[in-house]
């Protein structure tokens, strides 16, 4: 299951998809929206991409951590649109025979992910400020309150 989607992502239905008789470990990440981000109150985020590309881009990485490591399989769900804090805006999952392959793809992919997959977030904060966050680690744009 590789999918960009709109709605609250279901967690459950993403471990569910990598669960295996042969695999002894199944592990899910979720990324939630926390309050707070080096010091500032976090109102909410905001997730665009070009989906179609967003997801080819998904499907290649979870393609080379399947070469990469002795797992089974794996799923990537990526959330778009408003996210407010404590909710989902990522869930990846993997199984594996063992849990060291398990937990070492999982953290490459979601480290991975971040980094080159063209999803873009705003942090949309408390004060009513705004600031894009790149996927490629470029300096954001900082907007002010009411732009």
Avoid at 36 to 44: E, N, S, V
Avoid at 137 to 143: F, V
Wanted: hydrophobic share 40%; aromatic share 6%; net charge negative.
């Amino acid at each position: 299951m590789i999918k960009i989607v709109q709605e609250k992502i279901d967690t459950a239905e993403v471990l569910a998809s990598v669960q295996s008789e042969s695999c002894g470990a199944n592990i899910l990440f979720v990324g939630t929206t926390r309050n707070l981000t080096d010091g500032r109150q976090t109102k909410q985020l905001s997730y665009d991409c070009y989906s179609e590309m967003a997801t080819k881009e998904i499907r290649k990485l979870c393609d080379q951590a399947l070469s990469k490591w002795p797992i089974e399989r794996v799923s990537a769900v990526h959330r778009t649109g408003t996210v407010e804090v404590g909710e989902a805006s990522i869930a990846i999952a993997v199984s594996s025979p063992h849990r060291q392959a398990a937990f070492a793809a999982a953290q490459w992919l979601i480290d991975t992910l971040k980094k080159q997959v063209p999803i873009w977030k705003q942090e949309h904060w408390a004060d009513g400020s705004t600031e894009w966050i790149h996927p490629d680690g470029a300096t954001p744009r900082m907007e002010a309150p009411g732009q």
